[in-house]
Each structure stands twice: as structure tokens, then as C-alpha cells.
């Protein structure tokens, strides 16, 4: 699989982003979005599936994830969704196609919240960030869980070794595709000094959990696009009920329920996830 990377103005920042190029372009451009504290090369494994089926993917690193810029400059989760619509512009003016989002987690949050911005083939979200407003409501008032979480994570490191020993005993970190955390440790790592820290600091990744806002809840309702959302059993971000509201406005939507995997899914099973994805993007196109 051929890639190569370049960077995206964005405001006063860069975002770096990242060009998956197919054989043949049978298929519309892929456009994914990763979730908080991962990168875009994270997910390079599906990257290869869709590539090797005859899709060009395009991905970017978030502000403050990876190799993009950092700043604690943002408010709310729109901040994300300006990153991913100014992704969409220059690659539908690089194509002059619509293109297929995905996104995991914030990503697949960001994606829908960029669709209602853009004409977009269609959406498919991996366990969205996708609370209604009582539960948003909830974490805020009990200062949202994950931020505090973030700002106690360790961020330095000696070696990569010892982040591999620690992480692969994590639950969140245990089922993962030995692929999918070799090129996690790869990405979301930076060498400095004599050791190795983490790309995104710690303070920005509380931030973004102390961005989510209840005002999201409408953008994301009113969504007249087909949709695909895939989420998991007991996800605590996507509901039974959020997925079948989103998916009850275009009669080529649906949703679906992993059966065995974590929010992490996409790094857990990510044969099964980069089927999905081909499999609806050829609903979409007849093919």
C-alpha cells in the first residue's frame, strides 16, 4: 500500500494528514477520523483493507493528536467537525467526488456533526460519541470522569518496551489487534530526550472530554444522510436507542451491534470492521 502525508492548514495550526493510495479507484474516497488519544496511522490496518478494495483513504491527525499541532484553543466537539469538513473540501477538490466518512469514537462524532456541513456520500460511525442531552448533562455536572482520568495518565516514558508491558495488561489495550498496537505505539509515541512521550497531552485529552456539550444532540438528530452506525453491546456512548433514532431518517440507514467487542472494536476486530464499512459503501454505490 503506497501513502504519503502532508499537512492541512487549519486556523492558525497544521494538521498533518495522510493519503492511502488505491490501485484502482473503484470506489468513492474514504475519509475517516480517529478517536481521542489515538492517531489516524493507528488504524493503518483498515486503511489496507479499504486501499486494497479500491478506495483512496484520507485520514488526519486531530489538533493536538499525533503529528498535528497542539492547543488547548477549543470549547466543543464543532472544533472537530471544522477539522473534518476542511478534510472533506480539499479532498473533494482534489477528486471532485463524494466522499464516504468514517470515524470512531469522536471521529464517528465529528463525521456527523461535518455532514450536515457538506454533500456526503454517507456516514458510518463506529461507536459514535453520541449522548443525548441528559446524559451529557450528567458527565458535566460530575466534571466528566474521563478528563479526570486523562489529566492522572502517565505521559513519559523510558522506552517503548515498557509501554508495551503496561498497556498489553490494560483491559482497554488486552484483545487488540497485534497489528493495530504496533502501529499505535508507532504513532501516538513521540521520542524525546532519552525516552519516549505521549503524542497527545494529557491536559488537551481532558479538555476534549470536557467538551462535549448537550447542543450536539440536535446537529447529530437532524442528519437527513444514509447512515451506518456500528456500535457494541452496552456501549456507554452509543445507545440502542441513539443509533436507532439517527438511523430512522434515510431508508438506506441502519445500524448494527458487534457482538463481542469493547469501544475499542475497531482495533479489536478490525477484519470484521473494515468489512462493514466495504460492505455498506456498496450498498451506497450499487456495487
Known amino acids: 500500500m503506497q ?5 492541512l492548514p487549519f486556523r492558525e495550526h ?3 494528514r495522510y493519503t492511502f493510495h488505491a490501485a484502482s479507484n473503484a470506489g468513492p474516497p474514504i475519509l475517516f477520523f480517529h478517536a481521542t488519544g489515538y492517531s489516524a496511522l493507528t488504524y493503518r490496518t483498515l486503511f489496507q483493507k479499504w486501499s486494497d478494495a479500491g478506495h483512496d483513504v484520507h485520514a488526519l491527525d486531530f489538533l493536538g493528536h499525533g503529528q498535528s499541532s497542539k492547543s488547548h484553543a477549543f470549547s466543543d466537539w464543532f472544533f ?16 471532485n467526488r463524494r466522499p464516504l466518512l468514517v470515524g470512531h469514537s469522536l471521529g464517528g462524532a465529528s463525521a456527523l456533526l461535518a455532514a450536515r456541513q457538506r454533500d456526503v ?8 460519541v453520541v449522548l443525548g442531552p441528559l446524559s451529557i448533562q450528567l458527565i458535566r455536572f460530575f466534571d466528566a470522569p474521563l478528563a479526570k482520568v486523562a489529566e492522572k495518565r502517565r505521559a ?6 515498557v509501554v508495551r508491558r503496561s498497556y498489553r495488561r490494560s483491559p482497554a489495550f488486552k484483545q487488540w ?22 503524542a497527545l497531552p494529557p491536559q488537551i485529552e481532558a479538555r476534549v472530554f470536557r467538551s462535549l456539550k448537550p447542543g450536539h444532540w440536535s446537529h447529530y438528530r437532524s442528519l437527513q444522510h444514509p447512515l451506518f452506525i456500528f456500535t457494541t453491546t452496552g456501549s456507554d456512548v452509543c445507545p440502542v436507542r441513539s443509533a436507532r433514532a439517527l ?3 434515510h431508508p438506506l440507514s441502519e445500524w448494527k451491534l458487534h457482538g463481542s467487542g469493547s469501544h475499542f472494536f475497531p482495533m479489536e476486530d478490525p477484519e ?7 460492505r455498506f459503501s456498496r450498498k451506497l454505490t450499487g456495487g
Open 156 to 161: 513519559d516514558f523510558k522506552d517503548l518496551n
Open 80 to 95: 472537530f467537525r471544522d477539522q473534518a469538513v476542511g478534510l472533506i473540501d480539499a479532498v473533494v477538490a482534489e477528486t
Open 121 to 128: 456520500l454517507g456516514v458510518v460511525a463506529l461507536d459514535p
Open 14 to 16: 497544521t494538521l498533518k
Open 3 to 7: 501513502w504519503d502525508a502532508g499537512d
Open 247 to 249: 438511523c430512522s431518517k
Open 272 to 278: 470484521q470492521t473494515a468489512e462493514e464499512v466495504l
Open 177 to 198: 489487534d497485534d497489528r493495530v498496537f504496533a502501529d499505535y505505539l508507532d504513532s501516538c509515541f513521540v521520542k524525546q530526550g532519552d525516552g519516549f512521550t505521549l
